[in-house]
């Protein structure tokens, strides 16, 4: 806990992507989505929310990906320890689909997870400082934050919300490095963690 006895060190869960319950989610903002999509999670400074978009679009722009729609993550930020509250970032996911193309590829599905694999690298040197991508996969999904694990379903609304559950087998670690100081970008998990191969 930090100092104010209320703000956790980090927290969040990296999830199986809930496809039936994004699919709701982004119908409910009038966007589409194909058979295949992903899902993004842009964290960024409120000043730069708008920069970072731009960013994003830009650089979903010189791909071969296209960009659906935005949605505003429901968060409740009542949830949060003082020091938390006055650092959180605003919360987007975007929807990114493959690119149309002429002549269907063989193994669309793990090309197009490349392609997403790649794009926040491509992201680096554009998004502004104090943005980035928290996940980023037609696979995978991160909810994170400076929280502790008992403030984390009151947080994120999402979590509270019928029909995600189903879709949800995460792995929710409640660890963070203590040589550095806690920050929502740092918080865990992190959207790709290190497989130990079989023995």
Known sequence: MDADGASGDGAGILSSLPVAFMRARAAELQISLGESFGVGMLFAPHTRA?????????AIGRSKLRLAGWR??????????QRAFE??????QFFIEPAPVKTPV?????????N???????????????????????RTIVYKGLLTPWQFPHFYEDLRKPGICRA?????????DRNTEPSWQLAQPFPLLPVRPQR
């Not at 650092?87 to 987007?92: A, G, L, R, Y």
Request: proline share 9%; glycine share 2%.
């Open 50 to 58: 708008a920069d970072a978009q731009r960013s994003v679009e830009e």
């Open 116 to 138: 997403l694999s790649l794009l926040p690298q491509a992201l680096e040197s554009l998004l502004p400082e104090r943005c980035y991508i928290a996940s980023l996969s037609s």
């Open 72 to 81: 505003k993550v429901p968060a409740n930020p009542n949830a949060l320890g």
């Open 168 to 176: 949800l087998r995460h792995l929710s670690p409640a660890l963070f």
């Open 87 to 92: 650092t959180m970032p605003e919360i987007w």
């Open 106 to 114: 063989a193994d669309s599905s793990a090309k197009f997870e490349r």
